[in-house]
């Protein structure tokens, strides 16, 4: 009886851990690296901008800046080219949105964000990545092949009036409609994040 029930236990046990997703935490490692080094320059360059104190000259942030642009831009497309675009069930929501965000500064590549694009969009539909990062990255896409964007994230910030504005986008009187359909506030809203620096 004990072995039957103990058996039962072992049956019950693998079909729980078939079911659930395998995070694979190598991958997480780098991407959380890949990611550190992507905010590391991009925060010093704020800095200059915002005539903070950095302890760096804004050439050397430049090309470092541009350094790791290139290097994350090369472990990306290893990434992908062996796992797809990372989604939540991969990485987890937050390396997945890391990954994300170091792709969106992958501007060199405009081929390779396309690519990205076709896979992110897969996983959103799957309910594996997030519709508003794929917003994002369509919009940078369109604008960089010269094209208006959809959703209207993409912005020119003015420090003289301290406002910014939606570059040129698609049926601008229906932004918003598509916007909430992937998850965006309006977009009146978002302009608010920015207008408040």
């Given at each position: 009886?004990?072995?039957v029930?103990?058996?039962?236990?072992?049956?019950?046990?693998?079909?729980?851990?078939?079911?659930?997703?395998?995070?694979?935490?190598?991958?997480?490692?780098?991407?959380e690296f890949?990611?550190?080094?992507?905010?590391?320059?991009?925060?010093?360059?704020?800095?200059?901008?915002?005539?903070?104190?950095?302890?760096?000259?804004?050439?050397?942030?430049?090309?470092?800046?541009?350094?790791?642009?290139?290097?994350n831009?090369?472990?990306?497309?290893?990434?992908?080219k062996?796992?797809?675009?990372?989604?939540?069930?991969?990485?987890?929501?937050?390396?997945?949105?890391?990954?994300?965000?170091?792709?969106?500064?992958?501007?060199?590549?405009?081929?390779?964000?396309?690519?990205?694009?076709?896979?992110?969009?897969?996983?959103?539909?799957r309910?594996?990545?997030?519709?508003?990062?794929?917003?994002?990255?369509?919009d940078?896409?369109?604008?960089s092949?010269?094209?208006?964007?959809?959703?209207?994230?993409?912005?020119?910030?003015n420090?003289?009036?301290?406002?910014?504005?939606?570059?040129?986008?698609?049926?601008s009187?229906?932004?918003?409609k598509r916007?909430?359909?992937?998850?965006?506030?309006?977009?009146n809203?978002?302009?608010?994040?920015?207008?408040?620096?």
């Amino acid at each position: 009886m004990k072995l039957v029930f103990s058996f039962a236990i072992m049956i019950i046990t693998s079909l729980n851990t078939a079911g659930q997703s395998s995070i694979n935490h190598q991958l997480q490692k780098k991407i959380e690296f890949m990611f550190a080094e992507d905010q590391k320059w991009r925060i010093e360059s704020e800095k200059i901008l915002n005539g903070e104190k950095t302890e760096y000259k804004e050439n050397f942030i430049n090309r470092q800046l541009a350094k790791t642009d290139s290097l994350n831009l090369v472990e990306a497309k290893s990434i992908i080219k062996r796992y797809g675009f990372p989604g939540y069930s991969l990485v987890g929501e937050g390396y997945s949105n890391d990954f994300w965000a170091i792709v969106q500064h992958c501007d060199d590549d405009i081929k390779f964000q396309k690519q990205v694009l076709l896979l992110l969009e897969k996983q959103v539909k799957r309910n594996n990545a997030s519709g508003q990062n794929f917003a994002l990255l369509q919009d940078r896409v369109l604008l960089s092949t010269g094209k208006k964007q959809i959703y209207g994230t993409q912005v020119r910030y003015n420090p003289a009036t301290k406002t910014a504005k939606p570059l040129p986008t698609q049926d601008s009187a229906n932004v918003d409609k598509r916007r909430k359909a992937v998850g965006l506030s309006p977009l009146n809203n978002y302009l608010k994040l920015f207008n408040k620096n």
